[in-house]
């Protein structure tokens, strides 16, 4: 089993910045990708942001300029550095890890609440 474990969400006025954080543990076979993914209430979970195990990065376009995702491969750890937040940006974040093969991961959530 993978285990997701992220942190770093909490409250920020709008306009502010937060970096979420997440690390793999566990039985991983290889990555493919890893993902930041967000649900505010009574929607859908959307993308965020994704990077590959060789770099290669996509965003949604309701973030592009504004957050940043990275990797450490060596510590099999995601991060997304949010700036410029507003209040739109509001919701659960959740961390994926995308194997070579096998069963898609998902992390518990992390809330990111921006106040205006």
């Known amino acids: 089993q993978v285990q997701l474990v992220e942190s770093g969400g909490g409250s920020v006025q709008a306009g502010g910045s937060l970096k979420l954080s997440c690390v793999a543990s566990?039985?991983?076979?290889?990555?493919?990708?890893m993902g930041w993914y967000r649900q505010a209430p009574g929607q859908q979970r959307k993308l965020v942001a994704r990077i590959t195990y060789h770099g290669g990065i996509m965003y949604a376009d309701s973030v592009k300029g504004r957050f940043t995702i990275s990797s450490d491969n060596a510590k099999k750890t995601v991060y997304l550095q949010m700036n410029s937040l507003q209040p739109e940006d509001t919701a659960a974040y959740y961390c994926?890890?995308?194997?070579?093969?096998?069963?898609?991961?998902w992390g518990q959530g992390t809330q990111v609440t921006v106040s205006s």
């Open positions: 566990g039985s991983i076979s290889s990555i493919n990708a």
């Open positions: 994926n890890l995308e194997p070579n093969w096998g069963v898609v991961s």
